[in-house]
């Protein structure tokens, strides 16, 4: 696994430890090539919305900060919100996210078509018809991860394993696991029904 470490500005997510109890993946809705580009996005505002690290197209993470340490990464509304951010780790695949056809061309969130060659997928899902692919290495990476940070922080696999990518109480309820951003909020298409991402969790 290669890891790519930055000086991510320590003013922009929390260095207090907590016991970390779930993992939480998400995709960036950004160029899937630069995960930099996210990391310096977020460092541009005072939301400390960030997570850990962010896995690339190409399989790369770049870690944000250590995976005891915390930020904003769920948005939940509720008094658990807090708490939550604070004992999981957020994951995210670097990603356009969800797509619209128009005119053979797919355009992305924020209206722009998307340049590069990348495999679409067709699927229904949080108000979109397609998704841009996660690629086979950032899941084959992340896999290798997720066994890492299970080792480390005692997170038991269970929960987005069972296939279930809707809003759960599991997760909501802050039970140890690994989960889908998709799981706390209905209103978040990350991340999309994907197989091979339930193939991988079964087999971890």
Not at 69 to 85: C, E, P, R, S, T
Not at 92 to 107: A, F, M, N, R, S
Not at 194 to 204: A, E
């Amino acid at each position: 696994m290669k890891i790519n470490l930055i000086n991510f500005p320590k003013n922009q997510f929390f260095a207090e430890i907590f016991p970390k109890k779930q993992i939480v993946l998400h995709h960036t809705v950004s160029n899937p090539f630069s995960a930099k580009g996210d990391a310096d996005y977020w460092a541009s505002t005072p939301a400390r919305i960030a997570t850990y690290g962010i896995l690339d197209y190409n399989g790369s993470l770049t870690k944000c900060f250590n995976s005891n340490q915390w930020a904003h990464h769920l948005g939940v509304k509720g008094n658990n919100n807090l708490k939550l951010n604070q004992h999981s780790i957020g994951i995210e695949l670097d990603c356009w996210g969800g797509l619209t056809l128009k005119d053979v061309k797919y355009i992305n969130a924020y209206g722009k078509e998307i340049s590069e060659k990348l495999e679409v997928v067709k699927m229904k899902w949080r108000g979109y018809e397609y998704f841009q692919a996660y690629s086979d290495v950032q899941i084959a990476v992340l896999g290798e991860l997720l066994q890492l940070l299970m080792r480390k922080h005692n997170i038991p696999n269970v929960g987005l394993k069972d296939g279930n990518f809707n809003v759960r109480r599991d997760a909501l309820a802050g039970k140890p696991g690994i989960y889908s951003h998709s799981n706390y909020r209905s209103d978040k298409s990350d991340l999309y029904p994907d197989s091979r991402i339930v193939n991988m969790l079964r087999n971890l």
